[in-house]
């Protein structure tokens, strides 16, 4: 890994789920910062992004969504698992330097709990095919030694037999 975590920041019940731990477990860092409710991040005209501070958060909303493509372009049905924002790199030519509003790192330590009723949506679905990513709004292999996402998401892909 070219990039260093410096700062964990837990927010309110983000311990409670096993990114989390193993995220904070692979850092072995001195202890998160625990904040009791989402603090506002702004990002700061300079573009500077804290590549340095890694949020722990519970997504509240639904992590599965359609890409939302381009409209000069046919949609090719592929859908995005959001499980994360930013990336700890610093790749000049990735549109991430330049697309989210938060200056840190930010993973969403929930998925696993959402893979469920992801599943049951994706077994009503029948013989439609999902192609599924999650390296939209993050670079996932990158932040994979520490959150572990692998250890999980490829046996639940794996489960359907409609799904790439």
Same mark, same amino acid.
């Given at each position: 890994?070219?990039?260093?975590?410096?700062?964990?920041?837990?927010?309110?019940?983000?311990?409670? *789920?096993?990114?989390?731990?193993?995220?904070?477990? #692979?850092?072995?860092?001195?202890?998160? /910062?625990? $904040?009791?409710?989402? +603090?506002?991040?702004?990002?700061?005209?300079?573009?500077?992004?804290?590549?340095?501070?890694?949020?722990?958060?519970?997504?509240?909303?639904?992590?599965?969504?359609?890409?939302?493509?381009?409209?000069?372009?046919?949609?090719?049905?592929?859908?995005?698992?959001?499980?994360?924002?930013?990336?700890?790199?610093?790749?000049? *030519?990735?549109?991430?330097?330049?697309?989210?509003? #938060?200056?840190?790192?930010?993973?969403? /330590?929930? $998925?696993?709990?959402? +893979?469920?009723?992801?599943?049951?949506?994706?077994?009503?679905?029948?013989?439609?095919?999902?192609?599924?990513?999650?390296?939209?709004?993050?670079?996932?292999?990158?932040?994979?030694?520490?959150?572990?996402?692998?250890?999980?998401?490829?046996?639940?892909?794996?489960?359907?037999?409609?799904?790439?």
């Amino acid at each position: 890994m070219n990039f260093k975590i410096k700062t964990v920041v837990l927010e309110k019940g983000a311990d409670k *789920y096993s990114f989390a731990k193993r995220a904070v477990e #692979q850092l072995q860092s001195s202890g998160p /910062v625990r $904040v009791d409710e989402a +603090l506002p991040v702004q990002r700061s005209d300079d573009f500077d992004l804290d590549k340095g501070t890694l949020r722990l958060l519970s997504f509240p909303g639904e992590l599965l969504k359609p890409c939302p493509g381009t409209r000069e372009y046919l949609c090719c049905g592929y859908q995005i698992l959001n499980i994360g924002t930013n990336c700890p790199m610093d790749c000049s *030519y990735c549109i991430l330097q330049a697309y989210f509003n #938060q200056p840190c790192l930010r993973v969403f /330590v929930n $998925v696993e709990q959402q +893979l469920e009723a992801i599943g049951r949506a994706l077994h009503l679905s029948g013989a439609r095919i999902f192609r599924i990513g999650t390296g939209e709004f993050t670079d996932s292999l990158a932040l994979d030694p520490i959150v572990k996402w692998t250890q999980v998401l490829p046996s639940f892909v794996a489960e359907h037999e409609n799904v790439v």
